[in-house]
């Protein structure tokens, strides 16, 4: 059963009057509105009360609130709606996505490029299954700024090979989710993360997340690896094998 539609005319949100039906855009309800400036704006329904004034009246309100009507952060592009302020006091723009969603982000997730995507893109990089390297990825960059580390790589940076170039096992690509077994998954234990799966290592650990710098090895090749050095490891594995040879030999 439809909804009953609800005559807004003559209703006053904020310093705007609503007038009459305009023409539905793209299946929504839209209705005329005079501003107390004498401008008339055309506003969709479901936002009328959010909104509370026409376009030049809000922007000339923003008090120091940069605009980004048409700025591009990451894969999104603000759109030309006007932002919608919360109840916190935070303003919300619309974005698109490169993969045509549409989405809200607040004014600070974009400036502070804290979101540069939608959500869906987020787990699953816009088509690409690529969700492990965005762990990877969005894990060595908290790392980063967490110790003051340098950080210009880019997630096409991330690559997971078949295999771990350093031990030559199977890296496990699953999520870690999906790596679970079901009687952990009803222990409500989240993710493990096992020797095969893939992690995201500073080849010379004396620098920090380069281009150049990284590479996605195996976790228990990352942890035997962990800070030393090439001829650090080569002293290790030569003491140990020497330290099994003499307990074999007596």
Not at 80 to 101: A, F, V
């Amino acid at each position: 059963m439809a909804r009953k539609l609800i005559d807004k005319t003559g209703y006053k949100y904020g310093k705007l009057l609503t007038l009459r039906r305009a023409d539905n855009k793209n299946g929504a309800t839209m209705w005329v509105c005079l501003c107390d400036c004498v401008k008339e704006s055309i506003i969709r329904s479901s936002v009328i009360g959010k909104t509370k004034s026409c376009r030049k009246c809000f922007f000339e309100s923003l008090k120091g609130i940069e605009n980004l009507v048409g700025r591009k952060f990451g894969h999104l592009t603000v759109s030309d709606e006007l932002p919608i302020k919360n109840k916190n006091g935070q303003y919300s723009w619309k974005c698109l996505c490169d993969c045509g969603r549409a989405t809200s982000t607040r004014h600070f997730r974009l400036l502070n490029e804290k979101t540069s995507s939608c959500k869906p893109c987020r787990t699953v990089m816009h088509g690409k299954t690529i969700y492990r390297e965005y762990l990877l990825f969005s894990g060595a960059k908290s790392r980063a700024k967490k110790y003051g580390m340098e950080f210009n790589i880019k997630l096409e940076d991330v690559v997971i090979p078949e295999f771990c170039p350093a031990l030559g096992i199977l890296l496990d690509k699953r999520s870690r989710y999906n790596s679970l077994s079901d009687e952990e998954r009803a222990k409500g234990i989240r993710y493990r993360v096992n020797d095969s799966c893939p992690s995201l290592d500073r080849i010379d650990s004396n620098k920090d997340y380069v281009k150049g710098n990284v590479w996605v090895i195996s976790a228990r090749a990352n942890r035997l690896k962990n800070n030393s050095m090439p001829e650090e490891l080569r002293k290790i594995a030569d003491a140990v094998e020497l330290k099994l040879k003499e307990i074999n030999n007596g």
